[in-house]
């Protein structure tokens, strides 16, 4: 049984500002979620990427203002990571993880919505679409996984992330193209969030050694991407060094009613990169309404 209700807000409890991380907290498959719930409309989801000390919040802050004057928008954070609460004994797998983002969409009585996933959030997107393909509406996938491919250099080093100031700020030079996005001051706030008690032990359980394997783990069956029905957008960056966007072209591929678009000069962030033209165009493909 799922659980539902909204237990409130950090201002609930603090006379200080909260984090803008932490948004209302509901129970989502048994599960205290932290998300953020903004805007009026079709609802979109939006499912963050697997760095270090991600949040929802941290991934989406410059698409959740955009998306929310034409959609509500949902961002939460999946359970392992950021502020959403940790069982223990929780097995984190993408059946974990998708029982859980089904949970969030049914603890706010959202039946369908477009759904955007990010790298890791990619591959949780399209296992949505797969098993429970009545909840999605449009999909958007970004820099993906969910197809087979030998893990990069760059992927391996993000999911073997050892916490240091340095190594957050190197692990920020492999998402940005622009070294300038990457600076020190942002490897800090990162580094802090990394090292929250119990967000590195999940993180270390998730991505282990030989990390190939827990990336086949996130690999779904050829056959299942085909039987992907809904219209779908796939958004690589062309510098990305963290996935290769042969998965991207191999999605495009794959999904009967796709289309892909590349952003040059840009690396794994494409929706921090270049997030006036990442909003303009995932808000057009979800709103457009013909064919």
Partial sequence: MVGAGRLGTQNDVMTSPPSPEVGLTVVANGIATNLHDVGSGDPVLLLHGSGPGVTAWANWRLSIPALAERFRVIAPDIVGFGFTERPAGVTYDLSTWTDHAIGVMDALGIEQAHVVGNSFGGSLAMSLAIHHPE???????????????????????????????????????????????????????????????????AFAAMFPPPRQVALDAMTHPLDDIRSIAQ?????????????????????????????????????????????????????????????
């Fill in 135 to 201: 909840r999605v509406n449009r999909l958007v996938l970004m820099g993906s996984v969910g197809v087979p491919f030998a893990i990069t250099p760059g992927l391996d080093a993000v999911w073997g992330y050892e916490p240091s100031v340095e190594n957050m700020l190197a692990l920020l030079h492999l998402f940005a193209y622009d070294p300038a996005l990457a600076g020190a001051d942002l490897a800090e706030l990162r580094y802090q969030a990394s090292i929250r008690p119990g967000v590195q032990e």
């Fill in 231 to 291: 219209r779908t957008l796939i958004v690589h960056g062309s510098d990305d060094k963290v996935i290769p966007m042969a998965n991207s072209l191999a999605l495009l591929e794959l999904i009967d009613d796709s289309q892909l678009h590349v952003f040059s000069r840009c690396g794994h962030w494409t929706q921090i990169e270049h997030a006036l033209e990442f909003t303009d165009l995932v808000t057009g493909f979800l709103a457009f309404d013909g064919r």
